[in-house]
């Protein structure tokens, strides 16, 4: 795989109400989104019932609201996401609201889990999630009636079941504070959010394809496609993201233009003071140069802002920062300079790191001894 590859390959209706609850969206629904009428819950395991204030639900009550939110015992994100769920739980607790977590686990390994200490907050996990209601259902039918038909493919993901049993939102549950908020105070605006929520969706998709096109080096189609979405797209937010992805496929193709150079020399100034920003973007530049690509301009003023932010930057990332600023050095035809700056790296490194830095080193410097004429050997 290129450089090239490898830069660009790592570089979103109103139903029939039953008095008091609400049908199942399986019979309704095809496919679930924001507005369809949110499934009933078949939960086999209610784990956790928030120290008995809350009562398992199976169909969800008019004029409540609920969060359904997807977790399991392995997934990181979802771990982390338990002390902010127990945080709105105990602020929405007298309003109306409940939270319902969901795994397909065994109910051995969520009790397992629950019986660890979360070393960071002192407690067990069963005193963590103790304010809110955590479940297991490990036949998955909540799961399918959710995730499944969503196209959710990732976890943690929340789901906002509204007053009217309506899906209202969907996303991290990181994410929850603003949408349960406004859907608490009748203050949500479901259309607004239902358009934002398909345009996500449709990035993902376009994404997916202009990976595929850049992974076969066809950058010209690439850029069409990105360039087409960033006209079509109505929501500002995802425009500027097209806008992004649509100069680093123009850089990463070579196609340095006035445009591109004007773009990140933009972004690199929105970078001062942030190291590490800089030394992303210097080693992605270094890999359009070293794949054969062209960065004009680009080149020489990353590498001023990279000698900048290095100075100052803490002593744990200059190995990074130097070997990022050697590399970029060297590709442009300042072996000198390259060979300082890998030095440098080696100097404030240690152990393995600087093994492999020393053996970069090396290479300079036999570069250099072949560059120079016979007689000065």
Partial sequence: MTMKKRLILIAVCCVAVIPLTFRSARALDK??????????????HWVQDGNGFFK??????????????????????????????????NKYRGRGVQIISVSDETLDEVNDLLQKENEQEGKTFAEITASYSLTTDPDRSVYEDYMDASKQQGIPTSFIVGKTGQIEWIGHPMDLDEPLEA????????????????????????IQQISMLAGAEKFDEAIELAEKQMKSVEVKDLKERWKSIRNSLKLSAGKVDDEVVAYYRNELAKMKGDPVAVGRFSYSLFGVIDGGGKAGPLAEEAIKALRRETEDADDEIKPFLYNTLARLCDVTGKLDQAIKAQQQAIDFSEGRQQLRL??????????????????DK
Avoid: N
Wanted: include cysteine; charge should be negative; hydrophobic fraction near 35%.
């Fill in 31 to 44: 496919e679930l989104g924001i507005g369809s009428l949110a499934p009933t819950l078949d939960i086999e």
């Fill in 56 to 89: 398992p639900v199976k169909d969800f009550k008019k004029g409540k609201v609920y969060v359904v939110e997807f977790w399991a015992t392995w997934c990181g994100p979802c771990i982390a996401s338990m002390p902010h769920l127990a945080e709105l739980q």
């Fill in 183 to 206: 859907v608490v105070e009748d203050t949500w605006d479901r259309e607004e959010f239902k358009k934002i929520h398909q345009a996500e969706k449709d990035f993902e998709q376009a």
């Fill in 358 to 375: 020393e053996k970069y080193l090396q290479e300079l410097q036999e570069k250099v001894s072949a560059d120079e004429p016979e007689e």
